[in-house]
Each structure stands twice: as structure tokens, then as C-alpha cells.
């Protein structure tokens, strides 16, 4: 290995900075690091005197948004001018303008990415201590929660500003993923998790200034973005059911011209096991492939993922069945018996259709 110093950039964004984020700018610069990049991000007039004391002081780099275009946005640019200008750069290391990240723990960080170029590297802070915000904590743990219920994602701090990034993932997968604000963060988890690339954690100190005044996350719009993918699933289900709800009725009006109605099969009238069969099949279609194309991004080409899907549609149906016959007995009406194992059964089948009906191939 080299020297991680000369070898790995230091990535800061920022939107109005203060003082804190020269001091930081001024420890790395001391103790070696000699690829910082700041990216204004849309700062105000009177904030940039900052960005520009630094690149005259220490030789920063400064790539400049006129206007505020969110984190994610910042990052990428500062991915893309590493790929594009600094062909000898091994990976990079984000890091947060406002003195949360202590030296140390960034030259950590700076040193796991060189030593390990596969991997995204995240330093985690620690949220039991009783002097952490509550957003912070309230924030991180429930979203730390979902994302590994839902995702299956298992990382101590989702939320974490502290990431070494090897070049090649930025390349190949990073750059690429999609988010403008803090949403990108948690899609690069979700990113990692679908390529197969593995997450290392340390520990770092935390810190907070000012009961992280200074931090832009706002916990309810921000985890709406970052939840997105969940909420599509949710509209996706609906709309499918509406949309056989609808299909049901539709062939109704054809068939029962044509259909006998007192025609039976196992004592089920013909004529609704026509309509349920063929407006559930239009309505699993649709639903397929807008799980895959919208929810789950997955191209694939092959008519194996159209097999497993309907595989998971029958065995959901089977136990759904089965299992409103034979669980929560004690409830009287089977139609809400219904409704709370098929919510249960739709989580599950969240995850199943994420894990292995639309899961993408590294």
C-alpha cells in the first residue's frame, strides 16, 4: 500500500459553512491529507469567504453550486471530478463541514478505503449516550430499523457522514445512484446491498455541536425520500388491486351474457371464477412490471423472474387461505381475518420479491 494521505481524497460539502469547517480543513491539511475537495453547495455571498480562505491557505479544491442542489448532488459532483481529473486517486472519504468528524477517525476511515478497495466503508457513531439530539437518535433508529426490516440492510448508523468509497465502487456503481439530498446516502446503502458490495463499520467519537443546530436533515421530509421505494411498493399493490377490483366488474358485463350462471366447479359459480381468474391475471401482470421497472429496477431480460413471481403469487394465495381457516380463530368475522394476515403476508412478500424474485445479479 501506499501513502492513504497522498492516495485518498477528502470530500466535504457545504452549504453555508462557518469557522469550524476551516479549523477541519486546516487539520487535515497538517497531518498529511493532500486531496481536499470542498464543494459549496449553494452557499450564501457571505459564506464563501470560507471556501475561498481554504483553497488560498491549504490548496483545496472548490467545486461551486450558484444555487442549492442537495447533498447528493454535491457528492457526485465531487465523484465526478475524481473520475474525471485525478486518475491517481485510489478512493475518497466524505466528510461533515461542521466539526462532527474528529481527525482521527477520518484518517481511520482515509486508511480502510486504501486497505480495503472493495468495500464501502462507513464510521459509525454511537447512539445510547444520553447527550445525543433526539432527532438524531429518533432519526437513525427508526430508520435503522426499517431499512433492515424492509431491506435487510444491518448497519449501526444509516445516517452517517463519514464514508470511504474506493474509486472503483464510485465508478461502477456510486456515481450512478441515484438521490440529490439526503436520500442518496440511505440509496447507497441500498445500493451496496443489491450489488453485493460489503459494508465495514467502525466506531467514531460522537459529536455534537449546538444540539446539531447546524445539521440540514429535516427527520420528516427527508425520510419520506428516503422511504420512497417502500411507498411505491404500497401504490403499486393499491393500484393493482383497484385496478382488479375494476377488471372484475368489466368482465362481469361480457361474460354473463354468454356464461351460464348456474354452472358450478366444486361449488364455485363459473361465471366469478372467470371473472376472479382472468382480472387477477391482467392485474398480476401490471403489478409485475411495475415492481420491476419502478420498485425494484430490475432489466433483467429472462422469463425466470416472471416464473418466481407467479410462484410467490400462488404460494401467497395457498396461505392466505389456509391460513385464515386455521389462525385467529377467536375472531368472529373472517374478513378481518383476512385483512390482518394479508397485511402480514404483503410485508413478507415485499421482502421475498426483493430478495428473490427481483433481486439483481452482481
Not at 48 to 62: A, L, M, N, P, S
Not at 177 to 195: S, V
Request: glycine share 4%; net charge positive; hydrophobic share 45%.
Amino acid at each position: 500500500m501506499g501513502n492513504y494521505k497522498e492516495n485518498i481524497a477528502i470530500i466535504i460539502p457545504a452549504l453555508d459553512p462557518d469557522e469550524r469547517m476551516t479549523a477541519l480543513v486546516r487539520e487535515l491539511h497538517l497531518f498529511g491529507f493532500q486531496n481536499i475537495i470542498l464543494v459549496d453547495d449553494g452557499s450564501a455571498l457571505s459564506n464563501r469567504i470560507y471556501f475561498k480562505e481554504c483553497k488560498e491557505q491549504f490548496g483545496c479544491k472548490i467545486i461551486r453550486h450558484v444555487v442549492n442542489l442537495g447533498k447528493g448532488i454535491a457528492l457526485k459532483s465531487a465523484f465526478n471530478y475524481i473520475l474525471e481529473s485525478c486518475p491517481d486517486i485510489l478512493g475518497a472519504v466524505t466528510v461533515d463541514c461542521d466539526g462532527q468528524h474528529v481527525l482521527q477517525d477520518i484518517d481511520t476511515c482515509a486508511r480502510l478505503t486504501e486497505e480495503n478497495p472493495d468495500k464501502l466503508i462507513l464510521g459509525c457513531r454511537q447512539f445510547n449516550e444520553e447527550n445525543i439530539p433526539w432527532r438524531s437518535r429518533f432519526g437513525n433508529k427508526l430508520t435503522r430499523q426499517v431499512i433492515r426490516l424492509l431491506c435487510g440492510i444491518h448497519v449501526s448508523d444509516t445516517q452517517t457522514g463519514l464514508r470511504g468509497l474506493p474509486t472503483p465502487l464510485i465508478r461502477n456503481y456510486f456515481a450512478n445512484t441515484k438521490g440529490e439530498r439526503f436520500e442518496y446516502e440511505m440509496n447507497m446503502l441500498i445500493a451496496a446491498r443489491e450489488h453485493l458490495i460489503p459494508i465495514q463499520e467502525f466506531p467514531i467519537e460522537t459529536i455534537y455541536l449546538e444540539n446539531n443546530e447546524s445539521s440540514h436533515f429535516n427527520p420528516f421530509r427527508d425520510s419520506i425520500r428516503i422511504y420512497k421505494v417502500f411507498l411505491k411498493f404500497m401504490l403499486s399493490s393499491l393500484s393493482s388491486f383497484l385496478i382488479d377490483i375494476f377488471l372484475f366488474w368489466l368482465f362481469g358485463l361480457i361474460l354473463r351474457p354468454v356464461v351460464p350462471v348456474d354452472i358450478s366447479i366444486f361449488g364455485i359459480s363459473l361465471l366469478i371464477l372467470l371473472r376472479t381468474v382472468f382480472s387477477r391475471l391482467l392485474s398480476s401482470l401490471y403489478n409485475f412490471f411495475i415492481n420491476k421497472n419502478q420498485v425494484f429496477k430490475n432489466d433483467s431480460k429472462s422469463p425466470l423472474i416472471l416464473v418466481k413471481y407467479y410462484i410467490l403469487c400462488v404460494v401467497q394465495l395457498l396461505l392466505s387461505a389456509f391460513l385464515v381457516n386455521h389462525l385467529l380463530s377467536f375472531i368472529s368475522y373472517s374478513t378481518v381475518r383476512k385483512c390482518i394476515i394479508d397485511t402480514i403476508l404483503f410485508a413478507v412478500s415485499f421482502q421475498v420479491q426483493r430478495e428473490w424474485v427481483f433481486r439483481r445479479q452482481r
